[in-house]
């Protein structure tokens, strides 16, 4: 294969073979190959080494796609694939045994077990601010779990898409995994087909008509739509760690990540002093301008800088001057930041604006960009009562020293994930889930929890014969005393009522002690073995 990404060239999947390719996949799936554990390994195993034999091409793609440097392109796409993938390579043999629920003296006798079977043909559909990570992540997740899975991959990282498809065709098995690239057109053919499991990423909007189209197949999804997540600064805390993980924070591929900080809310009190610390951090990230630094991607499309770019025009806030020597702020601030951006290279400056109040145009979606607005509040209730009068942020989070102060953020708030003095990270932490809630989505994955989200969880029984000697109450004709007895064998006792105190004979111990006096009495006079 070329060494040159120029070579790569993004083709859209006709639309009359996207049927036929959902079709291929069943046949693959229903050949029964990823009943073996080690086909699914050697499936893993040969992603793995897709992402790591390919590493210079993707960051490459990466470069041309969205300017991203070598180390974003490591740190943030390849490296969590790969090591998702190794995860559930370690994990697989484990995760999908048998499990047996916990014992009862009622159905224990039935050998109950629960089986972990692949649900069938899954459809992941990536997007473009992360194409790899959350693309190739949940398949990880199909892969393990048994399943044939289709991905389609964003039209708007060409070289990346173009890239990747070409290489599932050397690395995978084409039976059962194949990329489908193409725009709206494509998309909607594909979500008129039935699939098994549905994982997508990406608005809100967008999440509603996949939700949508999935409902008239009754097909199962996983939605991460992102939000507007917001960041509670304490200012009694070191602000200088604060403000360099915060601003580390936004601007890691340049603000278009869905758990990056969307505000910042922090007691009136304490604005100047967290600005101050953001100058200082900005010196430090980029010394010589952020026109000049080379850490900085650039926003994917035209369509997307414009969008930004129209938001500073449009903010209330003041920007501040982070951009030279003059320390000035308002209209000084707001003109620097918008002499650095350049349309043609897609570059917005990370842009800081304080004084911003929730009824300014920064603060009417997620901004999904580097611009970071600071709005002054009170008091913590109401950052609260903001945060909570707006959809479930994908994440939450809280800097501050004080137990108490984080407690009761937390407790108070609902988001898909919530970090203590830190921000984005989570969902690089082995065994935690990715996932939101409500309007920022619903379901998880990353390793074992996408293993989960592609697994069906099949019940089973093996009962023998001789059970009916407990349970034949359960056969008519029905009588008052069947229906004692079905109470006393299967009816809960409940707890004491509130004020009470708790009766040796209404506790379940005392009822399995008397099941087993009468299970000893049968067995000592013969009834069991002369059944069985």
Not at 33 to 44: F, G, M
Not at 403 to 421: E, H
Not at 499 to 527: D, E, H, N
């Amino acid at each position: 294969m070329s060494d040159d990404i120029e070579t790569y060239k993004l083709e859209y999947t006709p639309l009359d073979e996207i049927p036929k390719i959902r079709d291929k996949l069943r046949v693959g799936f229903s050949s029964g190959r990823l009943k073996s554990i080690e086909y699914r390994k050697q499936q893993l195993t040969q992603l793995m080494y897709m992402m790591k034999d390919n590493i210079g091409l993707y960051e490459q793609a990466f470069k041309k796609d969205m300017g991203r440097s070598s180390f974003e392109t490591n740190l943030l796409e390849l490296n969590g694939v790969i090591s998702e993938a190794m995860e559930s390579y370690q994990n697989v043999e484990k995760w999908s045994k048998p499990t047996v629920p916990p014992w009862t003296l009622e159905f224990s006798v039935m050998r109950p077990k629960v089986y972990k079977e692949p649900k069938g043909v899954g459809l992941v559909i990536g997007p473009f601010n992360y194409p790899i990570l959350c693309s190739l992540g949940p398949l990880v997740g199909a892969i393990a779990a048994g399943c044939a899975c289709a991905v389609k991959l964003s039209e708007m990282t060409p070289y990346v898409s173009a890239l990747t498809a070409r290489l599932f065709t050397k690395y995978l098995d084409t039976d059962l995994y194949v990329v489908i690239n193409g725009g709206i057109p494509e998309t909607t053919k594909i979500l008129e087909l039935q699939w098994d499991h549905i994982v997508f990423t990406g608005s809100g909007a967008v999440g509603k008509i996949v939700a949508t189209a999935a409902a008239k197949h009754l097909t199962p999804t996983t939605l991460e739509l992102g939000g507007q997540s917001p960041v509670f600064v304490d200012p009694r805390m070191d602000l200088k760690s604060a403000a360099r993980r915060i601003l580390w924070g936004k601007t890691i591929n340049v603000g278009q990540t869905c758990t990056c900080p969307n505000h910042i809310l922090v007691p009136s009190s304490g604005q100047d002093a967290l600005v101050n610390a953001l100058k200082d951090a900005y010196a430090e990230f980029y010394p010589n301008g952020p026109q000049n630094s080379d850490g900085l991607g650039r926003m994917v499309s035209v369509t997307h800088f414009d969008r930004i770019k129209k938001l500073v025009e449009a903010t209330h806030g003041t920007v501040v001057d982070v951009f030279g020597d003059s320390q000035s702020t308002g209209a000084n601030g707001k003109q620097k930041a918008l002499g650095l951006m350049k349309r043609q290279d897609r570059f917005i400056p990370p842009t800081i604006v304080q004084d911003v109040t929730m009824e300014d145009p920064l603060m009417q979606q997620e901004i999904f960009g580097p611009l970071l607005p600071i709005v002054p509040v009170k008091d913590f209730e109401e950052a609260i009562s903001i945060t909570n009068s707006r959809d479930h942020p994908l994440a939450l989070y809280i800097f501050s020293d004080d137990q108490k102060l984080k407690d009761q953020i937390r407790n108070n708030t609902q988001s898909g994930a919530v970090g203590c003095n830190e921000v984005c990270v989570h969902m690089a932490v082995p065994g935690m889930p990715f996932g939101g809630i409500g309007g920022s989505g619903y379901g998880s994955h990353t390793s074992k929890f996408s293993y989960d989200t592609f697994t069906h969880l099949r019940s089973s029984l093996d009962s023998p014969r001789w059970v009916d000697l407990f349970f034949s109450f359960r056969f008519p004709p029905y009588t008052a005393g069947k229906l004692r007895q079905a109470r006393t064998m299967l009816l809960p006792r409940l707890p004491p009522r509130p004020g009470t105190q708790k009766s040796l004979f209404s506790s379940k111990w005392f009822r399995w002690s008397f099941l087993f006096a009468l299970v000893g009495l049968m067995l000592k006079y013969g009834p069991i073995n002369r059944i069985s």
